[in-house]
């Protein structure tokens, strides 16, 4: 298993933010992690990549205990975070240098990430010269560079035009093909368009964890969007 997440708790001082959240998820699965704002999608992609401890439970990686050894962990971990976090005054093939020198990274795997995300016409720019579509690539570049099992992105649509959509999502479908995909979005179509399997969880719980086409059939005349707000329109607290 790429990742396998074991009764995972994580409570904020007063605010429980995950309460016993389990999955495991291999090679080749591209995840679609959903839920309502506040849902706790973006803790829990925190704690896979080591940024922050849960409360209780258990994170492996490629069989790595992420809280023991987060180092060796991070290594087998690519995230690109919601905000997008880039040096605006670097150039992209400086950017991805620096990113590629703290894993110690050929130069030649550089220039064949460069070729992967589809940044050759732009990586003489500087990132603030950059649109928003390419600078998603830049982030997703820099999260793939050392070549990790598991790429975690947060997400990585947001903002994007039509066009930069469709190719964001090209990208993102190749990466799975080799990797295991967790990616977080609001957009109904991207999860159609991109994942094989869905997660779906509501006020820190995992409420729907199944195929695509699984999750289609336990109402087949709804929309993906209709079957999202009836799992998740239940009011009350964790
Ligand atoms: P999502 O990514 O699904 O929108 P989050 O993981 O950001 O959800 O948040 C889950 C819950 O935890 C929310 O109630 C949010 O307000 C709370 N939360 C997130 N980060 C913090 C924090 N640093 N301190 C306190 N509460 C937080």
Known sequence: MSIEVQSVTKSYETQLALNEISFSASKGEIIGFLGP??????TMMKIITGFISPTKGTV??????????PE????????LPEQNPLYQEMYVKEY????????KVSKETIGTV?????????????ISQLSKGYQQRVGIAAAIIHNPDVLI??????GLDPNQLVEIRNVIKNLGSEKTVL????????????????ILINKGKIVADDSLE?????SPTDSLETIFRNLTSHVGSI
């Open 214 to 218: 699984g999750l289609k059939n336990t």
């Open 96 to 103: 991805l240098q620096f990113q590629a020198s703290i894993f």
């Open 60 to 69: 492996l990686v490629s069989g790595i205990n992420v809280l023991k050894s």
């Open 153 to 158: 992105l947060d997400e990585p649509t947001t």
């Open 37 to 42: 704002n506040g849902a706790g999608k973006s």
């Open 183 to 198: 990616l977080s979005t609001h957009i109904m179509q991207e999860v159609e368009a991109m994942c094989n399997r869905v």
């Open 114 to 126: 460069i070729e992967t995300v589809g940044l050759s016409p732009e990586v003489h720019k500087k």
């Open 72 to 79: 060796e962990a991070k290594a087998k971990i690519g995230y």
